[in-house]
């Protein structure tokens, strides 16, 4: 045998090892999801005594860098994957053989695999489980306009009452006491004293190196299923930011529903003992209950909002000139992409999912007071 027959049995052989390896990833992937949509306790075991495993590994792991490992990874892919595509074209026409391209596509199909993979065991099955608010047994139920009412001028005293006390910058806006990343942390850990649920490790969230990355997809934060690592979106507006860093953390207790987590975020900074992470909670609770009532009854909501302190009227426009900069078909694409997602993984109203955090809060202010 030749060195060119051997170096096309050795290529031969590694095409079909990859295409083996992803079709079992992907396989293996697949029985988890459907056994996981079929069998929900199998859904509730895996989130309660294997993944809880994987956070505390990968979590102890990556912590290690302080910058978010995932965005790297991000990178390094693209360009990876960029000059992946330079060397394939090279190659194929020098030597006028489908070959590279083969090869170029198991390693493709594999590298798929692998991700399909870890999206399963970190987060795909995750979705499955019993909600947050099944566990701590918080029942929604169809509430009245007066009951709205009641909790928007409720959050309205709450966000006035501490608007002043978080300290602000030249322009009026708040800024963070401290660093929100151990304050996101400890807020969370103070929760779970009240909610056993929300017990085990939490690794410190992470700015994005880049943050008008999400900012062009509308995206306050996101959690990485690859490397187990929540992150946030460093410019925005800084009340955003506590609520955020617990709303991503709590989905490594695996609590994947959105309106799950913004409800469990909402708890987290309430709770908490740093006044610019109370202000966080309530004024992020009071946008979201003033939509609801806005679009329920208009002259109740037109009664409320003058009521709020205009120092935090500062943090909302700036927040809307924030958002207003990264307005456009990107960020519209982004939305319809994430709504699509939602929609995939059990939340039929997408997007609108964010939401029904809206309903938590009603029947828990009413069921604790």
């Known amino acids: 045998m030749n060195r060119r027959s051997r170096e096309e049995t050795k290529s031969g052989q590694g095409i079909k090892i990859r295409l083996t390896a992803a079709a079992v990833l992907l396989l293996i992937s697949a029985v988890f999801m459907i056994t996981a949509a079929k069998a929900p306790d199998f859904a509730e075991w895996y989130s309660g005594t294997v993944y809880p495993l994987i956070v505390t590994t990968a979590g102890r792991l990556w912590g290690i860098f302080p910058f978010p490992v995932s965005e790297v990874i991000l990178y390094i892919m ?194 908490s003992e740093r006044a610019d992470f109370r202000y966080s909670g309530y004024l992020s609770g009071w946008v979201y209950c003033m939509n609801t009532l806005y679009r329920s009854d208009y002259e109740s909501w037109s009664v409320i909002r003058p009521l709020l302190d205009e120092k935090a009227e500062a943090d909302l426009a700036a927040n809307n000139v924030f958002w207003e900069k990264y307005k456009g078909t990107l960020s519209e694409m982004a939305d319809k992409v994430n709504d699509t997602y939602l929609k995939v993984n059990g939340q039929t109203d997408g997007v609108q999912s964010y939401n029904r955090m809206v309903d938590l809060i009603v029947a828990y202010f009413y069921k604790n007071s």
């Not at 460093?234 to 953390?249: R, V």
């Open 78 to 271: 693209m360009a990876a994957f960029t000059v992946s595509l330079v060397v394939l074209a090279v190659r194929t026409v020098r030597s006028r053989s489908a070959e590279f391209l083969v090869s170029w596509i198991s390693a493709v199909v594999f590298a798929a695999g692998i991700l399909a993979f870890l999206y399963t065991l970190c987060c795909g099955i995750n979705y499955q489980r019993r909600s947050f608010s099944e566990e701590a047994g918080i029942v929604t139920y169809v509430y009245s306009v007066e009951e709205l009412e009641e909790i928007c001028l409720w959050l309205t005293e709450e966000v006035n009452s501490i608007a002043g006390t978080v300290e602000r910058d030249a322009d009026g806006v708040m800024k963070l006491s401290a660093p929100e990343g151990a304050g996101a942390v400890g807020a969370m850990q103070s929760l779970a004293e009240q909610f056993a649920e929300l017990d085990g490790y939490y690794p410190t969230p992470k700015e994005i190196m880049v943050s008008e990355i999400l900012s062009y997809q509308g995206l306050t934060g996101i959690y990485s299923p690859f490397t187990v690592e929540a992150n946030y979106n460093g410019d925005m507006t800084a009340y955003n930011i506590p609520f955020t860093a617990c709303h991503e953390l709590s989905h490594l207790r695996g609590f994947m529903q959105e309106e799950e987590a913004n409800f469990i975020g909402f708890l987290a900074c309430t709770g």
